[in-house]
């Protein structure tokens, strides 16, 4: 009988009949199964409706009264569909993907209109029979899976076969005859041979491994802290989205974005893998343009120095070249201990190589096809006593420009607070204190208690923004100091009454979520990622945005979160490296939507590749 889809005429998203103008598909979201995580329910192959013409429903049937609650296999937004005798519900995950849920009791229609996350409970499984169709023998959801861009004769119900369909960790292939199919987990191991409704499939409970990197990461986007005291860009192509750059075993692969998902993974070049001798806790490695060409290359600091492989602006680099001699693991230089930076601290557009040694700050200057032999430009800040010892693992150090002269600055955070040394072109000034606080003395820790320096009130003037005890407070640069230190948040902090958030375990960084080009805070909870947007004075209110990429599952040292525009919009998404390879949320402004699948590389899991944070770094940033 006919069906029509419906929304409240007040919804944010509008009325539309069932057959909806999508031109293509979206990515496919990140499906879990319709019932709570750590319970058993029977399952069946997949079939069809009795107006459909692809195999796209699947049965899913409680063991017990206890556990018949239906939940949302995605986000979206709860619609209704209604026929002449009755209705039953669906969710909107956008991109055209739509979940429908059949045969419910206690269907809750007051979510109509309603953005709901993930796992949200929409009814209980029943025989309830509102459009037709047959009870079956026990209570059971009705699972369908369409999508408003299949090309199906007019008057169709537009279902996707949900064969190849990954629901949480399992896929399902279909066999011979409706209602019978195989339930494979990510390995490819048969977990369940559907003959009708078969018993029995484990949500997942979502907790993720333990372990991984003993780098510090405060940010969890799976580049240590000392590697992104060098901003990167992996921008490879040029059009203004970021491409994902892995260090594998083999060296160095990359995926395309083209706004909507990733292309296949390639291998790009031949060195700086683990394969060929580069360690992640020795030898650090980024993506950034060093030529001076608008192309970001490959730079790596290995045993005997600086190399760097030119990026072609395609999907390959040139044959690594060193270009320095210094600042190689053979000649003393130890992640943790001598930080290595790179950035233009002589004004003329091309990042030099700036290193924190023992004696002090070293500076080797960019050629445009080299980097010429390291200078000595100060004798403090360096980790041998004479210099301060100062260490990786305790003072942040940074190089910034906090004078507006267009040359990076020394910004260290010391034992009682925030010092400055000036450029002066040719060497860095005496270091001053600029602020008092942010320092080691007052119990600022490099894990626990995150310190940036970057314009957060958007008057172009570098600032100090740090993750204290008591929730955000920062230090506004006045071109010639900072002026005194204000609390922006009383949330994100470390004391329990900021929230109890814990280093290695709850990542917080910036981003513009909004668009309104000032940075926000994104910090991912156990359970959910929640924001504050940035007023220009002070944070908002925390709020959650999504229930998605969580500590309790996207733990750091394993699965890599980032806030970065992955869709060209202005606005920053969350792209996280997943077990079974890239999860998008896209920002729409005030939330961040569905995750969706955007490639099934670059996961954890052996069957996405085997990434390890430990040893294969994986970046995407502009």
């Known amino acids: 009988m006919p069906l029509t889809r419906e929304l409240p005429p007040d919804s944010s998203i509008p009325v539309a009949p069932l057959r909806l103008t999508v031109p293509q598909y979206g990515p496919q979201p990140v499906f879990r199964l319709p019932f709570a995580p750590g319970i058993r329910w029977g399952a069946s192959g997949s079939h069809s409706d009795s107006d459909g013409i692809n195999r796209g429903a699947i049965d899913f049937s409680p063991l017990s009264s206890k556990d018949r609650a239906v939940r949302t296999v995605a986000a979206g937004t709860v619609y209704r569909v209604r026929c002449s005798t009755g209705w039953f519900l669906g969710v909107d995950h956008g991109g055209g993907w739509m979940s429908e849920y059949y045969h419910l009791t206690n269907a809750k229609s007051s979510l109509v209109g309603q953005w709901v996350e993930a796992g949200t409970t929409i009814g209980t499984a029943g025989q309830t029979l509102p459009c037709g169709g047959t009870p079956g023998d026990s209570a059971h959801v009705h699972l369908s899976i369409l999508n408003a861009a299949l090309d199906v004769p007019s008057g169709k119900r537009k279902y996707v076969s949900v064969s190849g369909i990954q629901f949480d960790n399992y896929t399902l292939r279909d066999s011979s005859g409706a209602y019978n199919g195989v339930w494979r987990n990510l390995q490819g191991d048969v977990v369940l041979t559907a003959r009708r409704v078969t018993c029995c499939l484990t949500a997942s409970s979502r907790v993720g491994p333990t372990g991984g990197s003993a780098l510090p990461d405060t940010d969890g986007d799976g580049i240590d802290d000392y590697s992104e005291a060098t901003t990167w860009d992996t921008d490879l192509n040029s059009n203004g989205l970021p491409d994902i750059v892995g260090f594998g075993g083999a060296g160095v692969y990359t995926a395309f974005n083209n706004g909507r998902t990733f292309g296949s993974n390639r291998l790009a070049l031949s060195n700086f893998g683990t394969s060929k001798g580069w360690q992640r806790s020795s030898h650090p490695r980024m993506v950034l343009d060093v030529t001076g060409d608008g192309r970001p290359d490959v730079l790596g600091f290995g045993a005997s120095g600086v190399s760097v492989s030119a990026g072609s602006g395609g999907s390959s680099f040139a044959t690594a ?55 000595l430009w100060s004798r403090q800040m360096g980790s041998d006593g004479g210099s301060g010892g100062w260490r990786a693992s305790a003072h942040p150090r ?63 003037r570098a600032d100090i923004v740090g993750f204290g005890a008591n929730g955000v407070q920062v230090a506004r640069g006045t071109g ?40 926000d805070v994104v910090a991912f909870g156990t359970s959910r990622t929640f924001v504050a947007l940035n007023r220009g004075s002070s944070f908002g209110p925390s709020t959650a945005w999504t229930d998605d990429f969580g500590s309790r599952e996207w733990t750091q040292g394993w699965m890599p979160r980032v806030a970065v525009d992955a869709n060209g919009d202005g606005r920053a998404d969350i792209v996280g490296f997943a077990r079974d390879g890239v999860h998008v949320a896209l920002s729409t402004g005030s939330r961040f939507g569905a995750a969706t699948h955007w490639t099934g590389s670059f996961g954890w899991d052996a069957s996405a590749g085997g990434w390890r944070v430990g040893s294969n770094p994986r970046a995407i940033g502009l």
């Open 398 to 460: 940074f190089v910034a420009d906090v004078t507006g002269d267009g040359r990076g600055d020394l910004v260290g955070f010391g034992a009682r607070g925030v010092y400055v040394a000036r450029n002066t072109g040719s060497g860095f000034a005496p270091m001053q204190p600029w602020v008092s606080d942010f320092a080691v003395s007052q119990g600022w820790t490099v894990v626990n208690h995150p310190r940036y320096v970057f314009d957060i009130d958007g008057d172009g």
């Open 480 to 519: 010639s100091g900072f002026a005194a230190t204000t609390r922006w948040s009383g949330s994100y902090g470390s004391s329990a009454s900021a929230g109890s958030w814990r280093g290695r375990v709850h990542s917080r960084t910036f981003a513009d979520v909004d668009g309104d080009g000032r940075p």
């Open 321 to 375: 070249r060193k270009w320095s001699s210094d600042f190689g693991s053979d000649k003393g230089w130890r992640v943790g201990v001598h930080q290595r930076v790179v950035a233009d601290v002589t004004g003329d557009g091309r990042p030099d190589v700036i290193g924190f040694g023992g004696a002090g700050v070293y500076v080797a200057r960019n050629t445009g096809s080299a980097f010429a032999s390291a200078q």
